[in-house]
């Protein structure tokens, strides 16, 4: 069970949210969870690994899937012990429709989005020379039935990977004379500023970079993240990755 930090009397709770639950979360400003989830129970995990699960299966299904958490009073999961179900290696609490107004009332502060999966990216996606250039493992990774879109790692950092076409507006953005000091660059992620994730397509299954987006000069310039390509979808499979600035 997750203590919340700097809130003693708080445990943090993982769900996973479909676009209709994240659109109200938002309208409420990330105060209150609907009040009704049609087709679906409202089960909350005590860790963030069983709500990543399901939000995969939500994106595979339904385009989308989001995992979120929040903090509640200690005194309501207690209350709560009731519709727990699982062990230590996936504690959940499956509540009815009558303990959600509770449940919002004893929430400590917003609800938060952590990640975001996405359905599977179409052929057309793959369709330009650029696209079918990327490294198969990368192209096999967004074509999956769910995968990372974006959102906060473990360790407090935060990962947006990109689309094909994405990457190639970002790379036009960046520059002819930036492209040109780094040859055969495409950009697959960054961090949601300044730091480009990048691969050299010149190699099959290349190291994964960190570019800066204004002071790289180089290939010399860049950060090895992964070895490989396959080695960081290892890593995002496993929950581990993190950027590294050594």
């Not at 385009?63 to 230590?88: I, K, M, P």
């Not at 096999?140 to 959102?151: C, I, M, S, V």
């Not at 055969?184 to 099959?204: F, K, Q």
Request: proline share 5%.
């Amino acid at each position: 069970m997750e203590r919340a930090p700097g809130r003693e009397d708080t445990i943090t709770l993982w769900r996973a949210a479909t676009q209709a639950e994240h659109d109200v979360l938002a309208a409420t400003g990330w105060k209150a969870w609907p009040a009704s989830t049609p087709g679906r129970g409202f089960d909350a995990y005590a860790e963030r690994r069983s709500a990543e699960r399901i939000a995969q299966s939500l994106a595979a299904t339904g385009g989308v899937g989001y995992v979120t958490s929040f903090d509640v009073q200690s005194a309501f999961v207690d209350h709560c012990l009731q519709y727990r179900r699982g062990d230590e290696g996936g504690i959940g609490y499956g509540l009815p429709e009558a303990e959600i107004p509770g449940l919002n009332e004893h929430t400590v502060g917003a609800v938060i989005e952590q990640a975001d999966y996405r359905a599977a990216l179409g052929s057309h996606e793959f369709a330009s020379g650029h696209a079918q250039a990327l490294p198969a493992s990368w192209r096999g990774y967004l074509q999956r039935p769910a995968w990372f879109r974006r959102g906060w790692l473990p360790r407090g950092r935060y990962l947006w990977l990109y689309t094909p076409r994405e990457g190639v507006e970002l790379a036009d953005a960046w520059g002819e004379d930036s492209v040109e000091l780094h040859p055969g660059i495409a950009i697959i992620g960054g961090d949601g500023s300044r730091e480009h994730l990048a691969v050299d397509l010149r190699h099959d299954d290349p190291p994964v970079v960190l570019v800066d987006a204004f002071g790289s000069e180089g290939w010399e310039d860049a950060i090895e993240q992964t070895p490989s390509v396959t080695h960081l979808i290892d890593l995002l499979d496993a929950g581990t990755f993190d950027f590294t600035w050594e």
